[in-house]
């Protein structure tokens, strides 16, 4: 079992940045691959971001690349996404989501609000 605890969220202008951060717990060592997910309203769930807990492979939807960072602190169990030059276009719900053993483990998500 994973628990997963995303924080970070929080209402930004148009052109900041923002850091969420997604704790993990429990048996930690059974994940594999860590990910950000989004979901704004009226639209499907998205990945945003993804990294593999060893070896450091990152990927990232294509409507963030350049913008946003995923990162991982093993020794914290942690999970980074930077978010630079935000827009309106990435408000949404964002969820942290570990691959433990092929399931799914899902945080509670995160608010972000870009403001124009």
């Known amino acids: 079992q994973v628990q997963l605890v995303e924080s970070g969220g929080g209402l930004v202008q148009a052109g900041g940045s923002l850091r969420l951060s997604c704790a993990a717990s429990?048996?930690?060592?059974?994940?594999?691959?860590m990910g950000w997910y989004r979901r704004a309203p009226g639209n499907q769930r998205e990945l945003v971001a993804g990294?593999?807990?060893?070896?450091?492979?990152?990927s990232y939807a294509d409507s963030v690349k350049g913008r946003f960072t995923i990162s991982r602190d093993n020794a914290m169990n942690t999970v980074y996404l930077q978010m630079n030059s935000l827009g309106p276009e990435d408000s949404a719900v964002y969820y942290c989501?570990?691959?433990?053993?092929?399931?799914?483990?899902w945080g509670k998500g995160t608010l972000v609000t870009v403001s124009s």
């Open positions: 990294i593999t807990t060893t070896g450091g492979i990152t």
């Open positions: 429990g048996d930690i060592l059974g994940i594999k691959f």
């Open positions: 989501n570990a691959n433990y053993y092929g399931a799914l483990y």
